[in-house]
T-cell receptor
């Protein structure tokens, strides 16, 4: 298993541009999550999904959108990039049975908005 | 929102020493998790605790779920250079799909 994979690894955007951060997991996990991590801080939840077709907001959803058309994929969309969205973005997933609390993370996407 | 207070913020130790860090909250959690993050990587799950009072080991790592359900600690015995990284605690309330993370403890091990 590759686990949780994220692309791209790095990206620089100009203010107002849009982009999609990709996340894929091959572990057949029901739950998937998007977090952002700012320097010296813990992770903050942006959006999460409990299964295909179901998404919900986390703590900091403004400026982002998600979709979950398949179990494997959970892309995060930035429509109008702003400097405040400069951060490292992590996708995570949770297996069924162990519960949503036990989350496994991808390697992250480092985004800079100039 | 809910917050976890993780301490210490950073630690500088000599190889071979034992390390202890903890996490406290004003809220009750049903799950405590400990993660390690290496530079440029995502957090990796070290230990998951599901029951108040539970003491769980993973090699040189030992973590406990506080009896009040408002705290947890992580011990690392006989530290080695590859223990360097940032350690995060996270609390979950079971079924809420949302974890609350501490701000991390940055560990430096001098050989």
């Amino acid at each position: 298993n590759a686990g949780v994979t994220q692309t791209p690894k790095f990206r620089i955007l100009k203010i107002g541009q849009s982009m999609t951060l990709q996340c894929t997991q091959d572990m057949n996990h029901n739950y998937m999550y998007w977090y952002r991590q700012d320097p010296g801080m813990g992770l903050k939840l942006i959006y999460y999904s409990v299964g295909a077709g179901i998404t919900d907001k986390g703590e900091v959803p403004n400026g982002y959108n998600v979709s979950r058309s398949t179990t494997e994929d959970f892309p995060l969309r930035l429509e109008l990039a702003a400097p405040s969205q400069t951060s490292v973005y992590f996708c995570a997933s949770s297996p069924p049975g162990l519960g949503p609390d036990t989350q496994y993370f991808g390697p992250g996407t480092r985004l800079t908005v100039l | 929102g809910q917050q976890l207070n993780q301490s210490p913020q950073s630690m500088f130790i000599q190889e071979g020493e034992d390390v202890s860090m903890n996490c406290t909250s004003s809220s009750i959690f049903n799950t405590w998790l400990w993660y390690k993050q290496d530079p440029g990587e995502g957090p990796v799950l070290l230990i998951a605790l599901y029951k108040a009072g539970e003491l769980t080991s993973n090699g040189r790592l030992t973590a406990q779920f506080g009896i009040t359900r408002k705290d947890s600690f992580l011990n690392i015995s006989a530290s080695i250079p590859s223990d360097v990284g940032i350690y995060f605690c996270a609390g979950g309330q079971g079924g809420s799909e949302k974890l609350v993370f501490g701000k991390g403890t940055k560990l430096t091990v001098n050989p």
